[in-house]
């Protein structure tokens, strides 16, 4: 990411979960503020959403992987965890739609620097308040120690935490992303939900000329997609930085469990995944 210039897929998935409640009435990702942390109209976002016929397969992944992370998370409350980090948070508005009560989580929204001051002003633009349950923890993936930044700010590394890593991982380097598994896997009985991309090859022929020009025009503005992964390497990376539990989810079956929802979903294989790992 460029130093200084907030993340612009971050402003993409914004719009494709705000675009979701619009067109699909927020079916699979029920936000009632994704609009409002946007500052866009409804008329802007299903244009948007129309800009290309295969979007919908986007709105689909986007709004999908976000549902199994939060329903994940669910489960993990009831088990008694009670600290939650976003990583790479972008506009994710789960903090303030939080189901759980304000009282019961402690939740930690990492983010590059500048995507986050991007978000406080957009929260402030849009007068949300921040909740006294979040605290904002700026920090660069490739830069920082995520544990250094994450303990200043309250976070108690002796307890579980669920961690969710959303639209993060394709845009990191291998280093690290070994180095943030790694701290996730020193927080004992942590557990994480994030999504990959596969080589170009495992999309649809349509769905990779359109990955290829969007790839190349992130390049041009300094977010650059830099690791993909197979479904072997990634149970191998985890099981080697301490996860043994792994449920991979593939872009099939996400489109048959949350498909129906997304108005005039196109067909088209994605190469993408949704995993949730414990230790
Ligand atoms: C595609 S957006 C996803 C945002 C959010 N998780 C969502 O689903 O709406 C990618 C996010 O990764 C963050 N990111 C990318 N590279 C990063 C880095 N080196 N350090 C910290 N965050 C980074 C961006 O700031 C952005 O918020």
Request: net charge negative; charged share 20%.
């Amino acid at each position: 990411m460029s130093p200084n210039e907030a993340s612009r897929t971050a402003l993409m998935i914004a719009r494709q979960r705000a675009a979701h409640q619009v067109l699909d009435h927020g079916s699979i990702l029920h936000d009632p503020f994704a609009l409002k942390i946007l500052g866009e109209g409804e008329q802007d976002l299903v244009q948007f959403a129309n800009t290309h016929p295969l979007a919908s397969i986007g709105r689909l992944f986007t709004t999908a992987r976000a549902r199994i992370a939060e329903d994940a998370l669910s489960k993990a409350v009831e088990r008694g965890i009670r600290q939650v980090v976003i990583l790479g948070a972008g506009l994710d508005t789960f903090a303030l739609r939080n189901p759980h009560g304000p009282q019961l989580l402690h939740i930690y929204e990492v983010d590059h620097p500048a995507t986050q001051k991007w978000k406080r002003q957009r929260l402030a633009e849009a007068r949300i308040a921040i909740p006294p349950c979040l605290r904002l923890v700026p920090v660069d993936f490739e830069l920082d120690d995520i544990g250094e930044k994450l303990a200043a700010a309250g976070f108690q590394q002796n307890s579980p935490a669920f961690f969710t890593w959303l639209g993060v991982v394709p845009y990191l380097t291998h280093d690290a992303i070994g180095r943030t598994l790694d701290y996730m896997s020193s927080i004992q009985n942590s557990e994480v939900v994030f999504d990959y991309m596969e080589s170009p090859e495992a999309f649809s022929e349509e769905l990779r000329q359109l990955e290829a020009k969007r790839t190349e025009g992130l390049q041009r503005i300094g977010e650059r997609s830099v690791s993909r992964f197979e479904p072997a390497g990634i149970a191998a990376l985890l099981r080697s930085h301490g996860f043994c539990s792994i449920d991979d989810i593939e872009y099939q079956e996400i489109a048959s469990t949350f498909g129906s929802a997304v108005q005039g979903l196109a067909p088209g294989h994605a190469g993408v995944h949704v995993v949730h790992a414990k230790q």
